[in-house]
């Protein structure tokens, strides 16, 4: 079966790790975006008003563009993102929440600056139900997924 490599970038560090993965694998792939697409004062973290604060301390869904055509035919998909608060962003919940994952295995693997892997999976898994396995770590370069 087909694997699937999908991503939520927000500067671009996690999209380029998540492409290069999925050409060295031969995986399809697909970007997570949010519908209205993040500025860069929204995920200005230092500033505890930015988007990206309020959206992981309020834990809202934060919607989506656009759908993963015959997601059914996937048994691994690889979710990259960056760390926010030690764990995957709003948007990514969003977006597994989207989705029937029964049967399938899922690698979460995220990019940070300075923020550790953390429970990361434990806190994902809620929004990725039916998934027999999800397993998170946190990576650098494709040659670290």
Request: hydrophobic share 40%; aromatic share 12%; with cysteine.
């Amino acid at each position: 079966m087909p694997t699937l490599v999908t991503y939520f970038s927000a500067e671009g560090t996690t999209a380029k790790v998540a492409k290069e993965y999925a050409q060295k694998i031969g995986a399809d792939v697909f970007e997570i975006v949010p519908e209205q697409p993040y500025t860069a004062a929204d995920i200005r973290w230092i500033n505890p008003m930015a988007r990206c604060n309020k959206e992981q301390i309020g834990g809202k869904d934060v919607p989506v563009k656009g759908i993963i055509p015959d997601f059914d035919k996937y048994d691994t998909v690889y979710i990259g993102f960056p760390i926010w608060y030690g764990q995957a962003p709003r948007v990514v919940h969003t977006f597994g929440k989207g989705y029937d994952w029964t049967g399938k295995t899922v690698h979460a693997f995220a990019t940070s600056g300075g923020s550790g892997i953390g429970k990361t999976a434990e806190k994902l898994s809620p929004s990725l139900a039916g998934a027999v396995s999800v397993d998170a770590k946190l990576v650098h370069s494709a040659d670290e997924i």
